[in-house]
């Protein structure tokens, strides 16, 4: 490594104003990691959070809520530098993937992470698609999974994704289709996306409500509102296998309340709505986890999915536009290009 590098760094949980391009002491990788050049890294919904303070009290906990900090997960780059016990990739690699949640995170020009949360790229995809889908595809696998939904147990039966448009619901349509669902998307636009992602059935869910749909699901995925979840549940069908949701209170609960009070609240509450799930039937909230099994499996995936994801990309002194880009939903998935000028 040589040369100096940066990171768009938050200094006070704030608005978009904060982030500044700021000098970044380039890491050197401990054993068993690799350091990444990264030329592509995406902007999720929830580092526009993270940045507003969500989410902080668990973050702590963890050590990633520490200032000035780094947001991003995705990245896609090129290693630059191998830590000891490292034997699958070295320099010059081209590979993509997923940080967990820290205050290093990848909206720089390096990163550091352990080399099995990397993956090698794929032929003929560019950095910007690659980054685009970690994080989205890693939180889908878990919400699949935490539904109780396997290829055996769900070929030929009908699955509803609620908030099926965007870039989560989008990416479970492809899997559910593949793995031989009949899926029924609910969104309230792009619905011609979740036709070309595989749905069966598309329905606008302003024009027909939730409490209008028969109780014949054999599993639900909330992407959507927390205010829909006893709604979705109530379609399940007597024998369902489950349903899982990524817009729980979770973190929201722990911020209010505290650490103690708040998982004690959170309890609670995901024990109230289970209750209303059919008898024998998962109940799951999904948080992001990167796995380097669901890794494995998005190598493969990455590019069928890239259909699903339309680049817009900004260059990294340009995060707060970046991250305006994400809270007014407009069109195409923000992406920050460290290298760009």
């Known amino acids: 490594m040589s040369g100096p590098g940066f990171a768009a760094m938050l200094g006070q949980f704030d608005g978009p104003e904060q982030l500044r391009l700021r000098a970044l002491a380039l890491p050197a990788?401990?054993?068993g990691q690799v350091v990444v050049r990264v030329d592509a890294?995406?902007?999720n919904p929830i580092d526009?959070?993270?940045?507003?303070?969500?989410g902080r009290r668990l973050m702590s906990v963890l050590g990633a809520a520490r200032l000035p900090l780094v947001l991003g997960n995705d990245f896609a780059g090129t290693v630059c530098a191998v830590g000891h016990g490292v034997t699958a990739f070295r320099e010059g690699d081209a590979v993509f993937g997923a940080k967990p949640p820290s205050s290093h995170g990848s909206h720089a020009t390096h990163v550091v992470l352990d080399a099995a949360l990397v993956l090698r790229q794929p032929p003929g995809m560019r950095a910007?698609?690659?980054?685009?889908?970690?994080?989205?595809?890693l939180t889908v696998a878990r919400a699949i999974a935490g539904a109780g939904i396997t290829r055996s147990a769900i070929q030929g039966r009908e699955v509803?994704?609620?908030?099926a448009s965007g870039g989560l619901g989008l990416i479970a349509l492809r899997l559910l289709d593949d793995m031989g669902a009949c899926v029924t998307a609910v969104a309230g636009a792009r619905r011609h996306d979740c036709r070309q992602a595989g749905a069966a059935h598309v329905l606008d869910r302003h024009a027909e409500p939730l409490r209008t749909l028969p109780r014949k699901f054999a599993a639900t995925l909330n992407f959507g509102n927390w205010d829909d979840e006893a709604a979705l549940l109530r379609l399940l069908a007597p024998d369902a296998l489950g349903h899982a949701t990524t817009v729980h209170p979770l973190l929201g609960r722990l911020d209010r309340a505290g650490l103690a009070a708040g998982l004690a609240g959170a309890w609670l509450e995901k024990r109230r709505m289970a209750r209303q799930a059919p008898p024998g039937a998962r109940y799951a909230w999904t948080v992001f986890r990167p796995d380097r099994a669901a890794l494995q499996q998005l190598a493969n995936w990455a590019p069928l999915l890239q259909r699903s994801t339309t680049p817009v990309c900004f260059p990294l002194a340009q995060a707060a536009q970046?991250?305006?880009?994400v809270e007014q939903q407009q069109p195409g998935r923000a992406i920050l290009l460290p290298h760009m000028t």
Do not use: D, I, K, M
Request: aromatic share 10%; proline share 6%; charged share 20%.
């Open 29 to 31: 990788p401990r054993r």
């Open 41 to 43: 890294a995406s902007v």
């Open 48 to 54: 526009t959070r993270r940045r507003a303070g969500y």
């Open 128 to 137: 910007e698609q690659l980054a685009a889908l970690p994080y989205n595809f």
């Open 160 to 163: 509803l994704v609620h908030g």
């Open 322 to 325: 970046a991250h305006l880009h």
